[in-house]
Nanobody, 126 residues
Framework: QVQLVESGGGLVQPGGSLRLSCAAS????????MAWFRQAPGEEREFVAA????????YYVDSVKGRFHISGDDAKNTVDLQMNSLKPEDTALYFC???????????????????WGQGTQVTVSS
């Protein structure tokens, strides 16, 4: 059973930065893509960013483009999310996810990802 473990969340002031990290418990696991989702209180979980290992293509939700950067290592099954210029509306529980297989057009769909972390809290507040 593959487990994903996130780290790096915390409290930051508006305009600040945080870096989230995620690692899979098994290096024998070959993922096709890894991603970050987030869920704010009272809201549905939403896609934030994804990296597809075939070609190292990256994708972002419009609200974080230019501020967040996803990177990772497919050999190690690790993925990071560098978050800059944070806003109060970025406050949420952030989840790491991994997909064993991928239909490229579905990179933003929760159902694509079959492994999930427990989440790490990001709070942006002054």
């Amino acid at each position: 059973q593959v487990q994903l473990v996130e780290s790096g969340g915390g409290l930051v002031q508006p305009g600040g930065s945080l870096r989230l990290s995620c690692a899979a418990s098994s290096r024998a696991f070959n993922s096709a893509a890894m991603a970050w989702f987030r869920q704010a209180p009272g809201e549905e979980r939403e896609f934030v960013a994804a990296i597809v290992w075939n070609g190292y293509r990256t994708y972002y939700v419009d609200s974080v483009k230019g501020r967040f950067h996803i990177s990772g290592d497919d050999a190690k099954n690790t993925v990071d999310l560098q978050m800059n210029s944070l806003k109060p509306e970025d406050t949420a529980l952030y989840f790491c996810a991994a997909a064993s297989a991928l239909i490229l057009s579905e990179f933003g769909s929760q159902s694509t990802y079959n492994y999930w972390g427990q989440g790490t809290q990001v709070t942006v507040s002054s």
